[in-house]
């Protein structure tokens, strides 16, 4: 079965700084992975997804993430952090052979002056 | 393009009745949709899934008669939670996809709170 482990609940960074999300998936076939985002009381916007194309995987708002088969990942980065990147990430692998999600536990960005 | 919406956008409801979100595509044919809860600085969890003309498909430990799902056309699948109770109170979002495309597109959700 597939799930996704996102490990640190929160995250802080200064502005400017580099972002780092990491996200570790299992899965027993090449999978879907995609991250998203949620700004309070709203929906998720997707990010970026990784459909077993190119390893490197570019976002919007200069996000990007890299699987990496021989660690089982999928961080996500963004090498300047802004204000308005503060929000919640979740990280989502594709369940199965159908469109279900899985999502990982969430990571809150906190950017700091 | 594929925006998806949710309506309300928020409920205030007393205990014991039922409350109906609605879920609609508005640029594109949802063959699929999705409904999630989440309770606060937690993760989705799916509830259940549904397709047009069909009865919904509910994740183990959903009441399937409590969270009615009714997809009746092909942009709107309609979520009624029954004799809602206080433990209910949650954030309510939907996706839907499009064909074959296994991309979910995202309703901005309802905050659903029951007094």
């Known amino acids: 079965a597939q799930s996704v482990t996102q490990l640190g609940s929160h995250v802080s960074v200064s502005e400017g700084a580099l972002v780092l999300l990491r996200c570790n998936y299992s899965s027993s076939v090449p999978p879907y992975l995609f991250w998203y985002v949620q700004y309070p009381n709203q929906g998720l916007q997707l990010l970026l997804k990784y459909t077993s194309a190119a390893t490197l995987v570019k976002g919007i708002n200069d996000f990007e993430a890299e699987f990496k088969k021989s660690e089982t990942s999928f961080h996500l980065t963004k090498p300047s952090a802004h204000m308005s990147d503060a929000a919640e990430y979740f990280c989502?692998?594709?369940?199965?052979?159908?469109?279900?999600?899985?999502f990982g536990t969430g990571t809150q960005l906190k950017v700091e002056l | 393009g594929a925006v998806v919406s949710q309506h309300p956008s928020w409920v205030i409801c007393k205990s014991g009745t039922s409350v109906k979100i609605e879920c609609r595509s508005l640029d594109f044919q949802a063959t699929t949709m999705f409904w999630y809860r989440q309770f606060p600085k937690q993760s989705l969890m799916l509830m259940a899934t549904s397709n047009e003309g069909s009865k919904a498909t509910y994740e183990q430990g959903v009441e399937k008669d409590k969270f009615l799902i009714n997809h009746a056309s092909l942009t709107l699948s309609t979520l009624t939670v029954t004799s809602a109770h206080p433990e209910d109170s949650s954030f309510y979002i939907c996706?839907?996809?499009?064909?074959?495309?296994?991309?979910?597109?995202f309703g901005p959700g309802t905050r659903l709170t029951v007094t």
């Open positions: 989502a692998v594709r369940k199965g052979g159908g469109n279900k999600l899985t």
């Open positions: 996706s839907a996809t499009r064909d074959s495309n296994y991309e979910q597109y």
